[in-house]
């Protein structure tokens, strides 16, 4: 247990939902099972504009959800938050845990310093105010896997508060258009995990790992809804939404959920939620429906964390002793809106690939990598490494780290496509033999394959007039002046030529044959 | 008369010797339900080991081979620690307390876990799963002869005195000869308190200077390791040993130089503050005459003594009684049937178990304390009680510190507002009342943190211990005990006679200080 946490409490934000016909699924009636990728473009909370502005149809009320999100993110730490006791992911249950893990009596928690430079460098990317002295708190309840009856978190006066993240979202028919957001960020704060419960249904037994450390990414997400100027809605929440995926449909759920109770003349209850993923929709958490009183008291066994800057440094102060949250600054890596940025400067990169690129672990690096062996137009290396090379991994579900396409490679094909050695689709072919994994690099490929393109324009030519001689009728067509009987020639002398000749060159071949 | 002896005059005893000693008295006073547990074989074998060390002149100090007893609230590596509760009957925990350890570490003999009130919550140790200690006061010449005076007194053994507590076992353990020095926590008075009954030097440290970690908590911001022992001289070497950081404790700190006690000479440049709002209705006339005395001495020496105002001293103990049950709210979450010692047989429900389990678990007062401090913690009363205590708590420790900036060194003040009293006499009030009687003195300097010790004075008309109380600056911990060693040698404390009750076996040890221990080598 004790895995150390971070907590983020984004602040409730608001956006406007119309009720109006086709666009929207927020229509009178009970919501159904699923929802549109629109609906869930406009609620999720990396895509919710703050006010969509569409405008009522008269007669209609117009509602105003507020959404405000508890995300619990692992520290990536050696050991625990208040114990020496390590943190490895898939270890055997409870092999990693300590006297104080285990919450034998008489045990104290020790801060872990790594831990509170990560809040620090975490405060700092999301422009929080750091405050210079936080304090612990002990929050009460009775859980099997929360084996000292409380958990230690940052209640009254947390470790960075007031920070906001700006992000983009893709919007207008297009989808290509970015539109900037900005999301605010009440407090970030150090806490304490709990144990995990395993359910043994059919022994009735629970059985319990106190070794935290997996479940990376946890998300509450608190939803009202009400009427733009009147009084905020009664809130339910959602509890332990583990991926974007569900977290957008259960926000979306929930909306409508409110909006249809509350149409039909119900009421909302202030009561916790689970989100069942097969069904996909909210359920109420009878366990819990009790109203919990937490009994925050201060934690008297860890004095309050002070942090430092250069102004307030002590001199003389061991560096070991201290944490100086200036020096953390200067260790920060580029914040993505940054790389972001610089990825459409240097590159004339679209922001959404910008976007893309960052979203998905290691691919940036992957991309550069290209980019640094390669002739290519960076837009063609883009396109390449969003289009076929990323929907190659998706479709086998596999992260960057495991491509069997290393960046050299896919670099060397796309310098033989730059230099025309190769036709479009003989690169995708040749991308399809890499992903292969046979150990042959792009030109031992395209020789095999006798992929290259035909550089003997006679022989070109040859196919050219054949082809011509053998479709009369498509010959008369184009000049007839159908500007579409061209291309049928042109697919026609690929196929003879086993799509290796330059279908620009058997152009010109053909204009220059048929206007003789 | 204050018991001095040159090393070896008893002839030189080996440390096995000693221990055998020791542990022939334990079982001899088995009676006065001292110790829990006697860790016979483990003190038998560090003996040995101690043995080796002096026989290859590789002593690893004044404690080398010193029979000690530890409160059964600090955690003993192999062997049962129970806070005196039934939740925690059979628990053995895999780690020592880092005070342990550290006497361990010196060579210290460990006899045994000494009996307290439950969890240490009360003043008399009488609350406690293995039944109340009796005070070896109770079988002193001293008091037997004043009691044959008094026709009224009954004979025989039905009106034996309480110890006072929590931490009684070892008062009495140290009291009947069984060790040299016992380890008690002290959280509201409980080392000072039962000192103050049993005729010994009950110091409390600075909150800080002693290390917690191992100690089953009461209240973690006040709970600090008590050392009771016969001299002062002797507390100070227990405290050389205990003081300083511990990694594993993030609110102890780190000293800088040794802890060496000096015998102070004069007392002319030394100002003692005598807190007028400690002169309260209550206090026994015999209590009150001595502690005037006691600063009629100082100021007959040279010493400034001056009056001085702890304004706020009367909403100390109730102030004191919300922030300690709040805690021990939060404290006793844990003790929930789960991880480690008491279950019940139900298990319809994980509630229920909870419910069975902490029921049968523990006590009325621990129970009761964990009520009352749930109520404090709710949302709609933390502020009214929680807060409100907590700005108490400062306006306190604030007092203090104004009267030592005032130029006052230490604080003299009564420990306790009576003599030990018969346990048929004790419990005749509830938990509650007592321990608010009894910490009266001795809990605000919990809540400021500072350090504190109970001087034995003189007997009481009775023939029964009393002992006033010196408060020092914040970690002046050493500043104190050399005005406390200093007072010790003036009053003349009288050695408890024993003699009828344990057959002269306590001669070697008797008059003894454990600093002129003469081992053989």
């Known amino acids: 247990m004790a895995a150390p946490m971070l907590r983020w409490g984004c602040r409730g934000r608001r956006w406007a939902l119309a009720c109006v016909d086709g666009g929207s699924c927020h229509r009178r009636g009970a919501p159904t099972g699923s929802t549109s990728n629109r609906i869930r473009g406009q609620s999720s909370v990396a895509q919710q504009p703050l006010h969509t502005a569409q405008k009522p149809r008269k007669g209609e009320h117009k509602w105003a959800a507020v959404v405000g999100l508890e995300i619990h993110a692992q520290i990536s730490s050696n050991s625990k938050l208040f114990s020496g006791s390590q943190v490895r992911f898939s270890a055997p249950p409870n092999s990693l845990v300590s006297f104080f893990d285990a919450s034998l009596p008489g045990t104290l928690p020790v801060l872990n310093r790594r831990c509170v430079e990560a809040a620090v460098m975490t405060g700092l990317a999301l422009n929080c105010h750091i405050n210079k002295k936080s304090l612990f708190d002990r929050k009460h309840y009775f859980y099997a896997d929360l084996p000292a009856g409380y958990q230690i978190t940052q209640h009254r006066l947390p470790i960075a508060v007031n920070g906001s993240l700006t992000y983009g979202i893709s919007a207008g028919k297009e989808c290509g258009q970015v539109i900037p957001k900005m999301v605010r960020v009440k407090q970030i704060q150090l806490e304490q995990d709990s144990g995990k419960s395993l359910h043994d249904d059919l022994r009735s037994q629970t059985l319990i790992d106190l070794n935290r450390a997996e479940g990376q990414l946890r998300v509450d997400a608190n939803i009202s809804v009400h009427h733009p100027g009147e009084p905020l809605g009664v809130r339910t929440e959602v509890k332990n939404l583990n991926s974007i995926r569900f977290l957008a449909k259960a926000i979306d759920y929930e909306i409508q959920r409110q909006i249809s109770e509350l149409e039909n003349g119900g009421e909302i209850l202030n009561e916790t939620r689970s989100f069942h993923e097969k069904l996909g929709c909210t359920v109420s958490m009878r366990d819990k429906e009790a109203k919990q009183d937490y009994r925050f008291m201060p934690e008297p066994n860890l004095p309050p964390l002070l942090l430092y800057d250069a102004t307030s440094l002590p001199t003389g102060a061991d560096p070991q002793q201290v944490i100086n949250i200036d020096q953390i600054r200067e260790t920060l890596p580029e914040l993505p809106s940054v790389t972001r940025e610089r990825l459409v400067q240097q590159y004339g990169m679209l922001p959404e690939h910008s976007f893309t690129l960052l979203n998905e672990v290691g691919l940036l690096e992957f991309f550069q990598n290209v980019m640094k062996e390669t002739r290519a137009e960076p837009k063609k290396v883009t396109s390449w490494v969003l289009n076929i090379f990323l929907g190659y991994l998706k479709q086998e579900n596999l992260a960057v780290s495991e491509s069997p396409v290393t960046p050299s490679a896919l670099a060397e094909l796309l310098d033989l496509l730059d230099s025309r050695t190769i036709s479009s689709s003989a690169a995708k072919q040749v991308f399809e033999e890499l992903w292969k994994r046979e150990g042959k690099t792009p030109g031992q490929i395209v020789s095999e394959k006798q992929l290259e393109l035909m550089q003997d324009r006679g022989a070109l030519e040859q196919f050219c007039y054949s082809v011509m001689k053998d479709h009369p009728q498509v010959v008369m067509d184009v000049k007839k002046g159908n500007p579409r009987a061209i291309n049928k020639l042109i697919g026609l002398v690929r196929k003879a030529t086993l799509n290796r000749a330059d279908p620009a060159v058997i152009k010109e071949i053909l204009e220059k044959q048929l206007s003789s | ?521």
């Open chain 2, 1 to 521: 008369m204050l018991g001095l002896i040159s090393p070896g005059q008893n002839g030189q005893i080996t440390p096995t010797e000693l221990c055998q000693k020791c542990l022939s008295l334990i079982k001899k006073t088995k009676f006065l339900n001292a110790y829990i547990t006697v860790s016979e074989e483990v003190a038998l074998k560090q003996a040995e080991e101690s043995e080796k060390r002096y026989k290859n002149g590789q002593s690893l100090g004044d404690l080398d081979g010193i029979p000690i007893a530890v409160k059964d609230n600090f955690s003993t590596s192999g062997i049962e620690t129970t806070c005196a509760s039934n939740m925690l009957k059979g628990y053995v925990p895999p780690y020592n307390a880092t005070v342990v350890q550290k006497l361990l570490d010196q060579g210290a003999l460990l006899m045994g876990k000494t009996n307290l009130d439950e969890f240490a919550m009360g003043s008399g140790s009488t609350d406690g799963v293995f039944g109340p200690v009796k005070n070896p006061w109770s079988y002193s010449k001293q008091y037997r002869e004043k009691r044959k005076q008094n026709p009224h007194s009954e004979s025989g053994d039905s009106d034996w005195l309480i110890t006072g507590g929590s931490s009684g076992g070892s008062a009495a353990a140290v009291s009947a000869f069984t060790c040299y020095a016992a380890l008690g926590s002290d959280t509201g008075g409980s080392t000072r308190n039962p000192a103050a009954h049993c005729g010994l030097v009950g110091f409390k440290p600075s909150y800080g200077l002693v290390s917690r970690h191992g100690l089953i908590p009461l209240v973690n911001s006040m709970d600090v390791p008590g050392i009771l022992t016969r001299y002062v001289d002797d507390a100070a070497i227990v405290l050389g040993v205990l003081a300083g950081h511990d990694p594993k404790d993030s609110t102890t700190v780190p000293i800088n130089k040794p802890l060496v006690l000096s015998s102070l000479e004069d007392v002319s440049k030394l100002c003692i503050g005598i807190p007028k709002e400690y002169l309260v209705p209550e206090l026994s006339s015999e209590i009150q005459c001595l502690w005037s005395r006691a600063a009629d001495l100082f100021e007959s020496e040279g010493a400034k003594v001056i009056e001085v105002s702890l304004p706020h001293t009367s909403y100390s103990i109730v102030c004191y009684h919300v922030l300690c049950t709040s805690e021990v709210a939060s404290n006793m979450a844990r003790f929930d049937g789960l991880q480690y010692g008491h279950r019940c047989d139900i298990d319809v429900s994980t509630e229920a178990m909870y419910a069975a389990t902490r029921r049968e678990g523990f006590n009325d007062v621990v129970r009761g304390r964990i009520l009352s401090g749930n109520f404090f913690l709710l949302k709609e009363n933390y502020e009214n009680y929680f807060v409100k205590a907590q700005k108490v708590r400062r306006l306190i420790a604030n007092d203090f510190v104004n009267a030592f900036n005032s130029g006052v060194d230490v604080l003299l003040t009564p420990t306790t507002l009576s003599e030990a009293v018969p346990y048929l006499e004790f419990i005749k009030e509830d938990n509650r009342t007592r321990s608010a009687q009894d910490d009266i003195f001795t809990q605000a300097v919990n809540m400021a943190g500072l350090p504190a010790v109970n001087i034995p004075i003189a007997l009481s008309n009775q023939g029964l211990p009393i002992g006033l109380q010196f408060i020092g600056r914040a970690f002046c911990d050493q500043q104190l005990l050399t005005v406390a060693k200093w007072f010790e040698k003036q009053v003349q404390f009288p050695v408890i006679q024993l003699q009828e009750l344990v057959d002269n076996c306590s001669a070697i040890l008797e008059n003894e200080k454990l600093a002129s221990v003469s081992l053989k080598q």
